[in-house]
Protein backbone atom coordinates (compact mmCIF):
# COMPACT_ATOMS: atom_id res chain seq x y z
CA UNK A 1 0.00 0.00 0.00
CA UNK A 2 1.77 3.47 -0.97
CA UNK A 3 0.43 6.87 0.82
CA UNK A 4 0.87 9.53 -2.07
CA UNK A 5 3.00 12.18 -0.51
CA UNK A 6 1.85 15.81 -1.70
CA UNK A 7 4.48 15.86 -4.22
CA UNK A 8 6.47 12.22 -4.67
CA UNK A 9 10.08 13.05 -4.98
CA UNK A 10 12.61 11.08 -7.19
CA UNK A 11 15.36 9.69 -5.12
CA UNK A 12 18.26 7.63 -5.92
CA UNK A 13 19.39 5.10 -3.87
CA UNK A 14 23.49 3.80 -4.66
CA UNK A 15 23.38 0.44 -3.41
CA UNK A 16 20.71 -2.79 -3.13
CA UNK A 17 22.03 -4.69 -0.28
CA UNK A 18 19.46 -4.90 2.87
CA UNK A 19 20.02 -0.98 3.49
CA UNK A 20 19.47 -0.01 -0.12
CA UNK A 21 16.10 -2.14 -0.94
CA UNK A 22 14.88 -1.26 2.72
CA UNK A 23 15.01 1.97 1.83
CA UNK A 24 13.93 2.08 -1.87
CA UNK A 25 10.51 0.00 -0.42
CA UNK A 26 9.82 2.42 2.26
CA UNK A 27 10.27 5.53 0.53
CA UNK A 28 8.37 3.89 -2.38
CA UNK A 29 5.61 2.67 0.07
CA UNK A 30 5.35 6.30 1.06
CA UNK A 31 4.59 7.36 -2.65
CA UNK A 32 8.32 8.27 -3.85
CA UNK A 33 9.72 7.47 -6.89
CA UNK A 34 12.32 5.39 -6.34
CA UNK A 35 15.53 3.97 -8.19
CA UNK A 36 18.24 1.79 -6.71
CA UNK A 37 21.50 1.69 -8.04
CA UNK A 38 23.61 -1.17 -7.56
CA UNK A 39 26.99 -2.24 -9.05
CA UNK A 40 26.67 -5.42 -9.12
CA UNK A 41 24.83 -7.46 -12.02
CA UNK A 42 22.02 -9.20 -9.84
CA UNK A 43 20.59 -8.34 -6.74
CA UNK A 44 21.48 -10.67 -3.93
CA UNK A 45 23.39 -11.62 -0.64
CA UNK A 46 25.62 -13.38 0.11
CA UNK A 47 25.16 -17.15 2.06
CA UNK A 48 25.55 -16.28 5.66
CA UNK A 49 22.97 -15.93 8.82
CA UNK A 50 21.75 -12.67 10.24
CA UNK A 51 19.76 -12.33 14.05
CA UNK A 52 17.00 -10.12 14.20
CA UNK A 53 16.47 -8.77 17.47
CA UNK A 54 12.51 -7.53 18.66
CA UNK A 55 13.20 -4.23 17.82
CA UNK A 56 13.73 -5.69 14.09
CA UNK A 57 10.45 -7.16 14.36
CA UNK A 58 9.04 -4.33 15.29
CA UNK A 59 9.67 -2.48 11.75
CA UNK A 60 8.56 -5.52 10.18
CA UNK A 61 5.18 -4.93 11.94
CA UNK A 62 5.03 -1.31 10.90
CA UNK A 63 5.79 -2.25 7.08
CA UNK A 64 3.76 -5.85 6.59
CA UNK A 65 6.37 -7.91 6.46
CA UNK A 66 5.86 -9.94 9.55
CA UNK A 67 4.65 -12.79 7.65
CA UNK A 68 6.88 -12.97 4.79
CA UNK A 69 10.27 -12.97 7.19
CA UNK A 70 8.26 -15.32 9.55
CA UNK A 71 7.73 -18.09 6.54
CA UNK A 72 11.62 -18.16 6.28
CA UNK A 73 12.96 -17.02 9.63
CA UNK A 74 13.82 -19.63 12.69
CA UNK A 75 13.22 -18.72 16.36
CA UNK A 76 15.41 -20.10 18.54
CA UNK A 77 14.38 -20.87 22.48
CA UNK A 78 17.93 -19.15 23.58
CA UNK A 79 20.42 -17.17 23.65
CA UNK A 80 23.88 -19.01 25.13
CA UNK A 81 27.09 -18.66 25.69
CA UNK A 82 29.68 -21.39 26.86
CA UNK A 83 33.53 -21.09 27.62
CA UNK A 84 35.07 -22.69 24.86
CA UNK A 85 37.76 -24.05 26.67
CA UNK A 86 35.83 -25.67 29.40
CA UNK A 87 32.45 -25.99 27.63
CA UNK A 88 31.51 -24.65 31.09
CA UNK A 89 27.63 -22.52 30.45
CA UNK A 90 28.06 -18.97 31.13
CA UNK A 91 24.64 -17.52 30.60
CA UNK A 92 21.51 -18.74 29.00
CA UNK A 93 18.91 -16.33 28.30
CA UNK A 94 15.43 -17.23 26.99
CA UNK A 95 14.15 -16.25 23.93
CA UNK A 96 10.51 -17.91 22.61
CA UNK A 97 7.93 -16.23 24.82
CA UNK A 98 10.20 -14.78 27.01
CA UNK A 99 11.55 -12.34 24.29
CA UNK A 100 8.12 -11.74 23.20
CA UNK A 101 6.92 -10.88 27.02
CA UNK A 102 10.09 -8.44 27.71
CA UNK A 103 9.82 -6.73 24.30
CA UNK A 104 6.35 -7.12 22.07
CA UNK A 105 8.55 -8.81 19.34
CA UNK A 106 10.73 -12.20 19.02
CA UNK A 107 13.96 -12.67 18.47
CA UNK A 108 15.06 -14.24 15.16
CA UNK A 109 17.61 -15.72 12.93
CA UNK A 110 17.17 -16.05 8.79
CA UNK A 111 18.97 -16.35 5.93
CA UNK A 112 20.68 -13.28 4.47
CA UNK A 113 19.48 -14.22 1.13
CA UNK A 114 15.91 -14.84 2.24
CA UNK A 115 15.74 -11.19 3.93
CA UNK A 116 16.79 -9.44 0.76
CA UNK A 117 14.63 -11.76 -1.36
CA UNK A 118 11.35 -10.22 0.76
CA UNK A 119 12.86 -6.56 0.50
CA UNK A 120 13.24 -7.69 -3.12
CA UNK A 121 10.04 -8.79 -3.46
CA UNK A 122 8.53 -6.04 -1.59
CA UNK A 123 9.99 -3.58 -4.04
CA UNK A 124 9.18 -5.36 -7.16
CA UNK A 125 5.32 -5.08 -5.97
CA UNK A 126 5.75 -0.98 -6.10
CA UNK A 127 5.28 0.24 -9.48
CA UNK A 128 7.21 3.20 -8.34
CA UNK A 129 10.41 1.51 -7.71
CA UNK A 130 13.06 0.74 -10.27
CA UNK A 131 15.78 -1.65 -9.58
CA UNK A 132 18.45 -1.13 -11.38
CA UNK A 133 21.92 -3.63 -11.59
CA UNK A 134 25.15 -3.20 -13.01
CA UNK A 135 25.15 0.56 -11.91
CA UNK A 136 28.04 1.42 -10.21
CA UNK A 137 27.75 4.91 -8.81
CA UNK A 138 30.77 6.75 -9.48
CA UNK A 139 30.53 10.58 -8.26
CA UNK A 140 28.02 13.07 -7.76
CA UNK A 141 27.01 16.86 -7.84
CA UNK A 142 24.40 18.89 -6.65
CA UNK A 143 22.38 22.34 -6.49
CA UNK A 144 20.08 24.12 -4.79
CA UNK A 145 17.00 21.72 -6.47
CA UNK A 146 18.84 18.24 -7.59
CA UNK A 147 21.47 15.67 -7.65
CA UNK A 148 23.57 14.26 -10.79
CA UNK A 149 24.48 11.26 -10.21
CA UNK A 150 27.29 9.62 -12.91
CA UNK A 151 27.23 5.46 -13.62
CA UNK A 152 30.24 3.79 -14.52
CA UNK A 153 30.35 3.98 -17.93
CA UNK A 154 29.39 7.20 -18.23
CA UNK A 155 25.77 7.98 -18.28
CA UNK A 156 24.38 10.36 -15.87
CA UNK A 157 20.63 10.19 -13.69
CA UNK A 158 19.14 12.75 -12.17
CA UNK A 159 16.82 13.63 -9.07
CA UNK A 160 15.72 15.07 -6.03
CA UNK A 161 17.88 13.58 -3.54
CA UNK A 162 20.42 10.78 -3.28
CA UNK A 163 20.63 8.15 -0.55
CA UNK A 164 23.98 6.78 -0.09
CA UNK A 165 23.22 3.02 1.17
CA UNK A 166 26.60 1.37 -0.30
CA UNK A 167 27.70 -0.17 2.69
CA UNK A 168 31.13 0.19 4.70
CA UNK A 169 33.22 1.10 1.90
CA UNK A 170 31.19 4.04 0.86
CA UNK A 171 31.91 6.26 -2.14
CA UNK A 172 29.17 8.65 -1.09
CA UNK A 173 30.63 8.61 2.04
CA UNK A 174 34.11 9.33 1.03
CA UNK A 175 32.37 13.12 -0.19
CA UNK A 176 30.23 13.56 2.60
CA UNK A 177 32.06 12.76 5.66
CA UNK A 178 36.15 11.80 4.40
CA UNK A 179 37.21 10.22 7.08
CA UNK A 180 39.37 8.03 5.27
CA UNK A 181 39.13 4.06 5.36
CA UNK A 182 37.50 2.08 7.94
CA UNK A 183 39.35 1.40 11.13
CA UNK A 184 40.04 -2.37 10.78
CA UNK A 185 39.50 -4.63 14.01
CA UNK A 186 42.31 -7.25 13.94
CA UNK A 187 39.76 -9.40 14.35
CA UNK A 188 38.01 -11.84 11.11
CA UNK A 189 35.21 -13.72 10.91
CA UNK A 190 35.00 -17.26 8.87
CA UNK A 191 31.27 -17.97 7.81
CA UNK A 192 29.89 -21.08 6.44
CA UNK A 193 26.46 -22.65 6.20
CA UNK A 194 25.88 -26.41 6.83
CA UNK A 195 22.73 -28.21 5.76
CA UNK A 196 20.41 -29.87 8.39
CA UNK A 197 21.08 -33.15 7.63
CA UNK A 198 25.07 -32.77 7.69
CA UNK A 199 25.17 -32.04 10.99
CA UNK A 200 25.41 -34.71 13.31
CA UNK A 201 22.33 -34.72 16.01
CA UNK A 202 24.64 -34.32 18.97
CA UNK A 203 26.53 -31.09 17.40
CA UNK A 204 22.70 -29.68 16.52
CA UNK A 205 21.85 -26.87 18.87
CA UNK A 206 18.45 -24.83 18.19
CA UNK A 207 19.50 -21.84 20.23
CA UNK A 208 22.33 -19.14 19.49
CA UNK A 209 25.31 -20.22 21.13
CA UNK A 210 28.25 -18.34 21.44
CA UNK A 211 31.28 -20.06 22.41
CA UNK A 212 33.58 -17.63 23.87
CA UNK A 213 37.27 -18.12 23.89
CA UNK A 214 40.15 -16.05 24.49
CA UNK A 215 40.62 -13.44 21.16
CA UNK A 216 38.11 -15.88 19.36
CA UNK A 217 35.07 -17.08 19.36
CA UNK A 218 32.45 -19.20 17.58
CA UNK A 219 28.05 -18.32 16.83
CA UNK A 220 26.21 -20.67 15.39
CA UNK A 221 22.55 -21.51 14.86
CA UNK A 222 20.25 -22.87 12.78
CA UNK A 223 18.57 -21.32 9.65
CA UNK A 224 15.73 -21.19 7.27
CA UNK A 225 13.33 -22.80 9.22
CA UNK A 226 15.70 -25.40 10.72
CA UNK A 227 16.61 -26.78 7.10
CA UNK A 228 20.47 -24.89 7.40
CA UNK A 229 22.92 -24.46 10.16
CA UNK A 230 25.01 -21.12 10.30
CA UNK A 231 28.67 -21.08 12.00
CA UNK A 232 30.41 -18.07 12.45
CA UNK A 233 34.31 -18.40 13.88
CA UNK A 234 35.85 -14.94 14.65
CA UNK A 235 39.52 -14.87 15.37
CA UNK A 236 42.61 -12.34 15.84
CA UNK A 237 44.40 -12.10 13.08
CA UNK A 238 47.29 -9.86 12.04
CA UNK A 239 47.59 -11.17 8.76
CA UNK A 240 44.61 -8.70 6.73
CA UNK A 241 44.29 -5.59 6.21
CA UNK A 242 41.27 -5.17 4.07
CA UNK A 243 39.49 -7.79 2.42
CA UNK A 244 35.88 -9.30 1.91
CA UNK A 245 34.53 -12.37 0.82
CA UNK A 246 37.60 -14.73 -0.13
CA UNK A 247 38.40 -17.70 0.81
CA UNK A 248 39.56 -18.60 4.39
CA UNK A 249 42.78 -20.70 5.92
CA UNK A 250 41.21 -23.44 7.74
CA UNK A 251 45.04 -24.27 8.79
CA UNK A 252 45.12 -20.78 10.83
CA UNK A 253 40.99 -21.75 11.95
CA UNK A 254 42.31 -24.95 13.41
CA UNK A 255 45.19 -23.31 15.17
CA UNK A 256 43.31 -20.16 16.48
CA UNK A 257 40.84 -22.97 18.14
CA UNK A 258 43.29 -25.61 18.93
CA UNK A 259 42.43 -24.89 22.75
CA UNK A 260 38.51 -25.53 22.02
CA UNK A 261 36.42 -28.38 23.35
CA UNK A 262 35.97 -31.86 21.07
CA UNK A 263 32.59 -30.66 20.45
CA UNK A 264 33.50 -27.13 18.69
CA UNK A 265 36.54 -28.56 17.08
CA UNK A 266 34.36 -31.88 15.42
CA UNK A 267 32.24 -28.77 14.62
CA UNK A 268 34.48 -26.47 12.64
CA UNK A 269 36.12 -29.96 10.95
CA UNK A 270 32.17 -30.17 9.02
CA UNK A 271 33.70 -27.30 6.92
CA UNK A 272 35.30 -27.79 3.75
CA UNK A 273 35.52 -23.78 2.61
CA UNK A 274 35.17 -20.79 4.82
CA UNK A 275 34.26 -17.10 3.29
CA UNK A 276 36.41 -14.72 4.87
CA UNK A 277 36.10 -11.44 6.18
CA UNK A 278 37.69 -8.62 7.95
CA UNK A 279 35.40 -6.63 10.44
CA UNK A 280 36.21 -3.00 10.73
CA UNK A 281 33.69 -0.21 12.16
CA UNK A 282 34.31 3.73 12.23
CA UNK A 283 33.93 6.10 14.98
CA UNK A 284 30.78 7.27 15.32
CA UNK A 285 29.67 10.68 13.22
CA UNK A 286 26.51 12.79 13.95
CA UNK A 287 26.72 14.77 10.52
CA UNK A 288 26.39 12.23 7.40
CA UNK A 289 23.97 14.40 5.23
CA UNK A 290 25.11 16.94 2.93
CA UNK A 291 22.05 19.10 1.56
CA UNK A 292 20.39 16.77 -0.78
CA UNK A 293 22.34 13.71 0.05
CA UNK A 294 22.63 11.65 3.16
CA UNK A 295 24.26 7.88 4.04
CA UNK A 296 22.11 4.85 5.67
CA UNK A 297 22.98 1.76 6.92
CA UNK A 298 26.82 0.46 6.98
CA UNK A 299 27.68 3.92 4.88
CA UNK A 300 26.59 5.50 7.86
CA UNK A 301 27.33 4.16 10.91
CA UNK A 302 29.23 0.49 10.18
CA UNK A 303 29.75 -1.54 13.22
CA UNK A 304 31.31 -4.96 14.61
CA UNK A 305 28.76 -7.69 14.31
CA UNK A 306 29.14 -8.71 17.94
CA UNK A 307 25.29 -7.08 19.05
CA UNK A 308 24.14 -8.70 15.63
CA UNK A 309 22.59 -5.05 14.73
CA UNK A 310 24.47 -3.86 11.82
CA UNK A 311 21.45 -4.75 8.91
CA UNK A 312 18.56 -3.74 12.06
CA UNK A 313 19.94 -0.23 12.28
CA UNK A 314 19.65 -0.21 8.57
CA UNK A 315 16.34 -1.14 8.64
CA UNK A 316 15.47 1.47 11.12
CA UNK A 317 17.08 4.06 9.29
CA UNK A 318 15.04 3.42 6.51
CA UNK A 319 12.18 4.16 8.31
CA UNK A 320 13.45 6.90 10.45
CA UNK A 321 13.99 8.73 6.40
CA UNK A 322 10.96 7.95 5.43
CA UNK A 323 9.34 9.46 8.76
CA UNK A 324 11.41 12.24 8.58
CA UNK A 325 10.40 13.03 4.68
CA UNK A 326 6.75 12.76 5.36
CA UNK A 327 7.18 15.30 8.33
CA UNK A 328 8.86 17.55 6.38
CA UNK A 329 6.47 17.43 3.39
CA UNK A 330 8.96 16.71 1.21
CA UNK A 331 11.81 19.19 2.26
CA UNK A 332 14.66 17.04 1.25
CA UNK A 333 17.67 19.29 3.02
CA UNK A 334 15.39 19.84 6.08
CA UNK A 335 14.56 15.69 6.58
CA UNK A 336 18.19 14.82 6.28
CA UNK A 337 18.76 16.70 9.13
CA UNK A 338 16.23 15.70 10.99
CA UNK A 339 16.69 11.60 10.17
CA UNK A 340 20.47 11.84 10.78
CA UNK A 341 19.40 14.07 14.30
CA UNK A 342 17.36 11.37 15.32
CA UNK A 343 19.56 8.56 14.55
CA UNK A 344 23.53 9.62 15.37
CA UNK A 345 22.87 9.10 19.17
CA UNK A 346 21.33 5.39 19.01
CA UNK A 347 23.48 4.27 16.10
CA UNK A 348 26.44 5.72 17.70
CA UNK A 349 25.53 3.61 20.90
CA UNK A 350 25.37 0.26 19.37
CA UNK A 351 28.68 1.24 17.23
CA UNK A 352 30.16 1.68 20.58
CA UNK A 353 28.47 -1.03 22.26
CA UNK A 354 29.15 -3.38 20.21
CA UNK A 355 33.11 -3.26 20.46
CA UNK A 356 32.52 -3.42 24.23
CA UNK A 357 30.65 -6.86 24.11
CA UNK A 358 33.40 -8.03 21.68
CA UNK A 359 35.60 -7.45 24.54
CA UNK A 360 33.02 -9.84 26.74
CA UNK A 361 33.31 -12.53 24.33
CA UNK A 362 37.19 -12.87 23.56
CA UNK A 363 38.03 -12.22 27.67
CA UNK A 364 40.54 -13.98 29.07
CA UNK A 365 42.86 -14.34 32.02
CA UNK A 366 41.07 -12.38 35.33
CA UNK A 367 38.74 -10.97 32.70
CA UNK A 368 37.32 -14.08 31.68
CA UNK A 369 37.54 -15.47 35.55
CA UNK A 370 34.90 -12.20 36.50
CA UNK A 371 32.87 -12.53 33.53
CA UNK A 372 32.22 -15.98 33.90
CA UNK A 373 31.34 -15.54 38.07
CA UNK A 374 29.31 -12.46 37.23
CA UNK A 375 27.10 -14.28 34.25
CA UNK A 376 26.49 -16.82 36.43
CA UNK A 377 25.73 -14.79 39.65
CA UNK A 378 23.21 -12.86 37.75
CA UNK A 379 19.50 -13.86 36.80
CA UNK A 380 19.28 -15.67 33.21
CA UNK A 381 17.98 -12.46 31.71
CA UNK A 382 20.78 -10.41 33.23
CA UNK A 383 22.60 -10.75 29.94
CA UNK A 384 20.10 -8.99 28.21
CA UNK A 385 19.47 -6.71 30.74
CA UNK A 386 22.19 -4.04 29.49
CA UNK A 387 20.20 -3.99 26.50
CA UNK A 388 16.85 -3.15 26.56
CA UNK A 389 17.14 0.57 25.71
CA UNK A 390 18.53 -1.82 22.16
CA UNK A 391 15.48 -4.37 21.73
CA UNK A 392 12.74 -2.06 22.72
CA UNK A 393 13.46 -0.05 19.47
CA UNK A 394 12.25 2.78 18.04
CA UNK A 395 8.18 3.82 17.68
CA UNK A 396 8.09 4.89 14.42
CA UNK A 397 4.70 6.67 14.94
CA UNK A 398 6.02 9.28 17.62
CA UNK A 399 9.49 9.77 15.81
CA UNK A 400 8.82 13.54 14.76
CA UNK A 401 6.25 16.19 16.68
C1 LIG B 1 30.33 -11.59 10.28
C2 LIG B 1 29.16 -10.64 10.26
C3 LIG B 1 27.98 -10.97 10.93
C4 LIG B 1 26.89 -10.08 10.93
N1 LIG B 1 25.76 -10.45 11.59
C5 LIG B 1 24.71 -9.58 11.63
C6 LIG B 1 23.52 -9.94 12.32
O1 LIG B 1 23.42 -11.04 12.89
N2 LIG B 1 22.48 -9.04 12.35
C7 LIG B 1 22.57 -7.82 11.71
O2 LIG B 1 21.60 -7.05 11.76
N3 LIG B 1 23.69 -7.46 11.07
C8 LIG B 1 24.76 -8.31 11.01
N4 LIG B 1 25.90 -7.95 10.34
C9 LIG B 1 25.97 -6.60 9.73
C10 LIG B 1 25.31 -6.54 8.38
O3 LIG B 1 25.84 -7.52 7.53
C11 LIG B 1 25.49 -5.17 7.76
O4 LIG B 1 25.32 -4.16 8.72
C12 LIG B 1 24.50 -4.96 6.61
O5 LIG B 1 24.73 -5.91 5.60
C13 LIG B 1 24.64 -3.55 6.05
O6 LIG B 1 23.76 -3.42 4.95
P1 LIG B 1 24.00 -2.24 3.92
O7 LIG B 1 22.92 -2.40 2.91
O8 LIG B 1 24.14 -0.95 4.65
O9 LIG B 1 25.42 -2.54 3.26
P2 LIG B 1 25.88 -3.76 2.35
O10 LIG B 1 25.25 -5.02 2.76
O11 LIG B 1 27.37 -3.70 2.32
O12 LIG B 1 25.32 -3.41 0.90
C14 LIG B 1 25.90 -2.40 0.11
C15 LIG B 1 25.46 -2.62 -1.33
O13 LIG B 1 25.92 -1.53 -2.11
C16 LIG B 1 26.53 -2.00 -3.29
N5 LIG B 1 27.51 -0.97 -3.68
C17 LIG B 1 28.68 -0.66 -3.08
N6 LIG B 1 29.27 0.37 -3.69
C18 LIG B 1 28.43 0.74 -4.70
C19 LIG B 1 28.48 1.77 -5.67
N7 LIG B 1 29.51 2.63 -5.76
N8 LIG B 1 27.45 1.87 -6.55
C20 LIG B 1 26.39 1.01 -6.51
N9 LIG B 1 26.30 0.01 -5.59
C21 LIG B 1 27.31 -0.11 -4.68
C22 LIG B 1 27.13 -3.33 -2.89
O14 LIG B 1 27.35 -4.17 -4.03
C23 LIG B 1 26.05 -3.88 -1.97
O15 LIG B 1 25.04 -4.56 -2.67
C24 LIG B 1 26.99 -8.83 10.28
C25 LIG B 1 28.18 -8.48 9.61
C26 LIG B 1 29.24 -9.37 9.59
C27 LIG B 1 30.50 -8.98 8.86
Redesign the pocket.
Known amino acids: MTHAPARPLNLLV???????LASAYVLGRSGHNVTV????GTFGEIG?????GPN?FKMFEYLGLTDAVSRVAFFPPGLGMNDVRTGEKVIRVPLGEAALAAYGYPYGVIY?VDLHQVFLEACQALPNISLRTS????SFDQDASRVSVRIAGGKTLQGDALVG???????IRERVVGDGKPRVSGHI?Y?AVLKREDVPQHLWNDDVLLWGGEKTHLVHYPLRRGELFNL?A?FHSNKYDEGWNTFGDTAELNERFSQAVPQVKELLGKIQTWKM?V?CDREPVKNWSDRRVTL????AH??L?YL???????IEDAVVLAEALRFTGGGVEQAFQKYQQARYLRTGRVQLTARFYGDIYHASGVQRELRNQLFRSGKESAGFAGLKWMYDGIDPKNLFT
Open positions: AGGGIGGLEQAAGIQLIRSKVEADGLWSRARVVWLLGDAPMQAQGAGQA
